[in-house]
C-alpha cells in the first residue's frame, strides 16, 4: 500500500481520500510528460500561492513528489511553464521588450518572445544539468521536469521584479539582475539532488559556467552563420 507524500494517508487507486493528490506508480516517461502538457490546458490543479510558496520554500519536495509519480496537489511543470510565460509576456508587453533591465533587440513579438526565451534557455539547462548530475540515473525527460519547474518559479518571479524595475527607473547595472535570475535556476536545480554542501557549492560554480560556455557557444555560432 502506498502512503500519500502530502499528507501521509494510503492511496488504494489513483487518488488520495483525503487531500486528492494523485498517484501515477510510474517512471517519467515522454508519453507521460505529454499527457501532463495537454493536461495542463484543460485543468486547473490547487492554487497559485501554495504552488508559488511551496516552489521557494520547499522546491525539492515539489520536483521529487514529480518523480515519484504523484500529481495534481501540486501544479505539473507545463502548468507553471504555461503561468510564467502569461507573466513574462506581460513584462514584455509593459517594458518594451526589457527582462531585467536586458534591452532584448528582435522583430520577434511580443506574444512569442517569452516562448522563445524557453526554447532557447529550457533545453540548455536541461543537457547541464544531465551532463553535471549524470551519476544520479535521473533520465532526460526527468531533467526536463526539473528545469521546467525551477525556470518557471524563477522567471514568474523576476519578470515581476523586471516589471517593478522598469517603474522604479533606478540607475542600476542590470547584469547583475540577470545573473541573480540564472543563479537561482541553478541553486534550485541542485536543491533537488542528495548530495552534500561542499559538492552542492562546487557543482552550483560548474553548473553556472557549463551553462554560460553552451550558451555563448551558441551565440558564437548563430552569428557564424548570419554574418
Request: charged share 15%.
Amino acid at each position: 500500500m502506498v502512503k500519500c507524500s502530502n499528507c501521509g494517508t494510503e492511496i488504494s487507486k489513483k487518488y488520495c481520500p483525503e487531500c486528492g493528490q494523485q498517484y501515477i506508480g510510474k517512471r517519467i516517461s515522454f508519453s507521460g510528460l505529454l499527457h501532463d502538457f495537454f493536461d495542463s490546458f484543460f485543468s486547473m490543479d490547487g492554487s497559485l500561492p501554495r504552488n508559488i510558496k511551496a516552489m521557494i520554500f520547499n522546491s525539492p519536495f515539489v520536483v521529487q513528489n514529480y518523480w515519484n509519480g504523484y500529481r495534481k496537489y501540486f501544479f505539473s511543470p507545463f502548468r507553471l511553464v504555461i503561468i510564467s510565460t502569461i507573466v513574462l509576456g506581460i513584462n514584455f508587453l509593459i517594458t518594451e521588450k526589457r527582462f531585467l533591465e536586458v534591452n532584448i533587440s528582435t522583430t520577434t513579438p511580443y506574444v512569442t518572445l517569452p516562448v522563445v526565451l524557453y526554447m532557447l534557455f529550457l533545453p540548455i539547462f536541461t543537457i547541464t544539468t544531465k551532463i553535471l548530475y549524470f551519476r544520479l540515473k535521473k533520465n532526460l525527460i526527468e531533467h526536463l521536469v526539473l528545469n521546467a519547474y525551477s525556470m518557471g518559479i524563477w522567471t514568474f518571479i523576476f519578470a515581476i521584479i523586471s516589471v517593478l524595475l522598469y517603474y522604479m527607473n533606478l540607475d542600476l547595472p542590470y547584469m547583475p539582475f540577470f545573473f541573480l535570475y540564472l543563479l537561482m535556476i541553478i541553486i534550485w536545480d541542485s536543491l533537488a539532488f542528495n548530495i552534500g554542501k561542499l559538492k552542492r557549492v562546487l557543482f552550483i560554480i560548474l553548473h553556472f559556467f557549463l551553462f554560460a560556455s553552451v550558451f555563448v557557444g551558441l551565440f558564437f555560432l548563430g552569428d557564424y552563420n548570419n554574418p
